[in-house]
């Protein structure tokens, strides 16, 4: 089955200062990569994905790209502001049809230092 | 509010007890899924249902069941509870062969 891993475990930026969480997957048939912030006491909210057939997408302060042959993808969060302070997940699923889960990463605790 | 929404947010119990969790969701979708949140953060599914299967992580013990009155739930029952079941656990929904997620608030257990 699939296997993700994130890094780091706990991301400490300054305020405007950007912040990269890298994570590593194993399943070459996975094609769909989301990424999820999770605040205390609530659930995940997606707040950005990509597919396997483009390498880079960007909304706002948060980009995501992809490198297909390495097996890696990464969050890039420019201008960080204190309400980016949250845990983020990496996830990756095979969108082949029928109701597959998502493999999340372990998460990685993010502190934006005022 | 469109949204994904689960019942109750707490639940504490005795080991062995019976219970379950509530999941609705408005979104239309008709794919949705339950997922384990444990004490270190880590989210594993647990299970994925449409209206054409049932996918069950072979890790889940059998005392937990999917149970889907309609395309808008998928309730989640736990028989015989275990300590290590406690945990945070989500509801999600997406919508056909799209993969976009949407998670629920989340059922707090707790098993004394």
Redesign the interface.
């Known amino acids: 089955g699939e296997n993700v891993e994130q890094h780091p475990s706990t991301l400490s930026v300054q305020e405007g200062d950007s912040a990269v969480i890298k994570c590593t997957y194993s399943d070459s048939a996975s094609n769909?990569f989301?990424w999820?912030k999770?605040e205390l006491g609530?659930?995940?909210?997606?707040i950005i994905?990509i597919r396997s057939n483009v390498g880079e997408k960007k909304d706002q302060r948060i980009a995501v790209t992809l490198n297909k042959t390495a097996k890696h993808f990464s969050l890039h969060i420019t201008e960080t502001q204190p309400e980016d302070s949250a845990?983020y997940?990496c996830a990756a699923?095979n969108?082949g049809?029928?109701?597959?889960?998502?493999?999340?990463g372990?998460?990685t605790h993010l502190i934006i230092q005022p | 509010d469109t949204a994904?929404s689960q019942t109750p947010k707490y639940l504490v119990t005795q080991m062995g007890n019976d219970k379950s969790i509530k999941c609705e969701q408005n979104l239309g979708h008709d794919?949705m899924?339950w997922?384990k949140q444990d004490s270190?953060?880590?989210?594993?599914?647990m299970?994925?249902?449409?209206n054409?299967?049932?996918?069950i992580?072979e890790t889940v013990p059998n005392r937990f069941s999917p149970k889907s009155p309609d395309k808008a739930h998928l309730n989640l029952h736990i028989n015989s509870l275990e300590l290590g079941d406690s945990a945070v656990y989500?509801c999600a929904s997406s919508h056909g062969?799209?993969?976009?997620?949407?998670?629920?608030?989340?059922t707090r257990l707790t098993v004394l």
């Open positions: 769909y989301p999820y999770q609530k659930g995940p909210q997606l994905d845990v997940f699923s969108s049809g029928g109701a597959d889960g998502l493999t999340f372990k998460g | 994904v794919t899924y997922y270190k953060k880590f989210l594993k599914i299970f994925s249902y449409n054409k299967e049932l996918i992580n989500f062969s799209r993969n976009e997620q949407f998670f629920g608030p989340g």
